[in-house]
Each structure stands twice: as C-alpha cells, then as structure tokens.
C-alpha cells in the first residue's frame, strides 16, 4: 500500500530514557514532516525535510534531532525524554512543488507516554 | 503572533443535517487554506483546500468558503454521516512561509 507509516504505534518510557519513532513515505515526496499533537488535539510543527535537508526548525528543544537517510525517510530521535514529551508525534509528506502549497499526507501517530 | 483559531470547539449535528465549521485567522497575508479531517486514533486527512484567489470551492458533500475581508473560512458539509463524526482543523499558509498552520480544532460529533 502507498502510505505514510510510522512506527512504533505506542511508545511508553520512563523519564530520561533515548528513544526513536521511525517514519517512511513510498509516495516519491520530497518533502517529510514531524508535528507533535498534545492533549488538547493542537498540531505544531516540529521539523521539515526536503530532499534530505533540513528547511523549518521550530522551536524545538534540542533534545529533539531528525535524522533523513533518504527522501523516503525522516526518523525522530529523542534523548533524555521528559514528562512533557509526552504526546503523538506524527510524521507528514508532500510532493514535490512549493511544499507548503500542496496537500500533506499524514502518517498515523506514534503516541509516546513519557512515565 | 499570527494564528489560526476556530469559534466552536465542539459541535453536535444530527444525522442527515447539514453542519459549519467555522475558523478565523489573523494572519492577513494568508493566501492558502486547508481543511483536515482526524478521526479517531488516525493522522489528520486533507478534505478540502482553497486559494486566496478565490472564495468558494465545492468537493463532494464539502464545501469551503473563504471570506478575506473578515478572515474567516468555513467547512461546510452536507447531509451528515456517521462516519463524519472527527475533529476538523483548519490551516493556512502564506506565499514565502515553508509551514502550514494549524488551528485549535472542533470535534464534530454527529447523533444518530
């Protein structure tokens, strides 16, 4: 199937820990995304990708760190995980063209509880 | 800051009615607009989308309309589903920006 997968589903850890959620896209995008959804449902950007290199690093803690092997590819890494951490991390891509112009395909989530 | 919000976080409709969701932004530089549709336990999925240049766009049972005088956008959707029972998020992006923005959200429930 063509799609946005992300893994894992759930993630839960205890405070302090490294963790990784991986994302792949088999849509030929350019273009990856990681938002974070907290509780009250609110999406925010995190980080973008195109064609491997970084373009939006929001305001993230530097705790935080992409990693992008490939186009297809866009993985989260995650250190010294806080209570804070916890929410769904989704993973997003877009095709080719002004990335912000074009519809993004989300992938499913990854719920991380931080304990 | 620039943001994108929605008047009503909640919304119950009854099945086979008709239902607005309603969004405002700020930002007067927008220029193009997205609607999303998350269920339940699932990533946000693109219903419908709209440019500034216009302020009306039709999909099916959709339609979203664009009013840039007052900022506002509108999902409108016809003749309710069960299956349309999500939270919807409204977006929008300005030309040179590189991110959407997302608003709040409203949980559209639909009663059988």
């Known amino acids: 199937d063509t799609a946005v997968s992300q893994t894992p589903k759930y993630l839960v850890t205890q405070m302090g820990n490294d963790k990784s959620i991986k994302c792949e896209q088999n849509l030929g995008h350019d273009t990856m995304y990681w938002y974070k959804q907290d509780s009250k449902k609110f999406l925010k950007i995190m980080f973008s990708?195109?064609?491997?290199?970084?373009?939006i690093n929001e305001t993230v803690p530097n705790r935080f760190s992409p990693k992008s092997p490939d186009k297809a590819h866009l993985n989260l890494h995650i250190n010294s995980l806080e209570l804070g951490d916890s929410a769904v991390y989704f993973c997003?891509?877009?095709?080719?063209?002004?990335?912000?112009?074009?519809?993004?395909?989300f992938g499913p989530g990854t719920r991380l509880t931080v304990l | 800051g620039e943001s994108v919000g929605l008047h009503l976080p909640t919304l119950s409709v009854q099945e086979g009615d008709n239902s607005i969701i309603n969004c405002a932004y700020s930002?007067?530089?927008?220029?193009?607009f997205i609607w999303y549709k998350q269920e339940s336990g699932k990533g946000p999925q693109f219903i419908i989308d709209i440019r500034s240049n216009m302020d009306k766009r039709q999909g099916q049972r959709v339609t979203v309309l664009l009013n840039k005088t007052v900022k506002h956008l509108s999902l409108q959707i016809a003749a309710t589903q069960p299956g349309d029972s999500a939270v919807y998020f409204c977006?929008?992006?300005?030309?040179?920006?590189?991110?959407?923005?997302f608003g709040t959200g409203t949980r559209l429930t639909i009663i059988p």
């Open positions: 990708y195109n064609n491997k290199e970084l373009i």
């Open positions: 977006a929008e992006n300005a030309f040179g920006n590189e991110k959407l923005t």
């Open positions: 930002n007067s530089a927008s220029d193009y």
């Open positions: 997003a891509s877009s095709p080719p063209g002004l990335a912000s112009y074009n519809e993004q395909f």
